[in-house]
């Protein structure tokens, strides 16, 4: 168990839709990244926050947002789906920038 | 255009043998390394990294090298054992100036581990 804790598992939805993920770090981790895994593909970055600032962006289309908490949770929200943006959605943590990512299990969204 | 590149999406290993890995990159800029291991349903899990300084880094039966002219690692296992299969991703990170620590994948070697 990395500690890290995403909602929901599984997610189906159809096209055009809006949905929300959810990511709670490991506890005392400041850092949440995003990464996106399509079939075939490896992670792909999407976002990072540190202590409720963007940090860094990476490959994440203007559809998609996200943002972290007070309470450090991060949400990553994804709108006007299309069938392209089914996947695997990874949340990391870590607590300094110089330290390996701890990754949730992921949320597989399927849009239909 | 892939910066980290595995060329093998699959290796077949005896038990007790060893497992070799590959990966490249193109990225001069990448200065620290990581392994990171995913079983089916799982998120990836860390395993063993290391920095450009560095040409080789263990830890038990994983043993990591680097060729920094070759801009090539290959993480090795040894003896290799039936709970080591699953998917190998090779990851690399250059640290920016802005503290940010973005990892770049490679797409995965599946390893299966034959008793």
């Known amino acids: 168990d990395s500690g890290v804790t995403q909602t929901p598992k599984h997610l189906i939805t159809a096209t055009g839709q809006r949905v929300t993920l959810r990511c709670s770090p490991r506890s005392g981790d400041l850092s949440v990244y995003w990464y996106q895994q399509s079939l075939d593909q490896g992670l792909q970055f999407l976002i990072q926050y540190y202590n409720g600032e963007e940090r860094a962006k990476g490959n994440i289309l203007e559809r998609f947002s996200a943002q972290q908490f007070p309470d450090l949770h991060s949400e990553l929200n994804l709108s006007s789906l299309e069938l392209g943006d089914s996947a695997l959605y990874f949340c990391?943590?870590?607590?300094?920038?110089?330290?390996?990512?701890?990754f949730g299990n992921g949320t597989r969204l399927t849009v239909t | 255009d892939q910066q980290v590149k595995q060329n093998s999406p699959s290796l077949s290993v005896q038990e007790g043998r060893i497992s070799i890995l590959n990966c490249d990159y193109t990225?001069?800029?990448?200065?620290?390394f990581l392994w990171y291991k995913k079983y089916p349903a799982e998120g990836p899990t860390f395993l063993i990294s290391i920095s450009s300084i560095k040409d080789k880094n263990e830890d038990g039966r994983f043993t990591v090298f680097l060729n920094k002219s070759a801009k090539h690692l290959s993480l090795h296992i040894v003896p290799s054992q039936p709970g080591d299969s699953a998917v190998y991703f090779c990851a690399a990170s250059a640290h920016s100036g802005a503290g940010s620590y973005q990892l770049t994948f490679g797409k995965g070697t599946k390893l299966s581990v034959i008793p």
């Open positions: 990225n001069s800029m990448f200065d620290y």
């Open positions: 990391a943590s870590s607590p300094r920038n110089d330290s390996p990512l701890h």
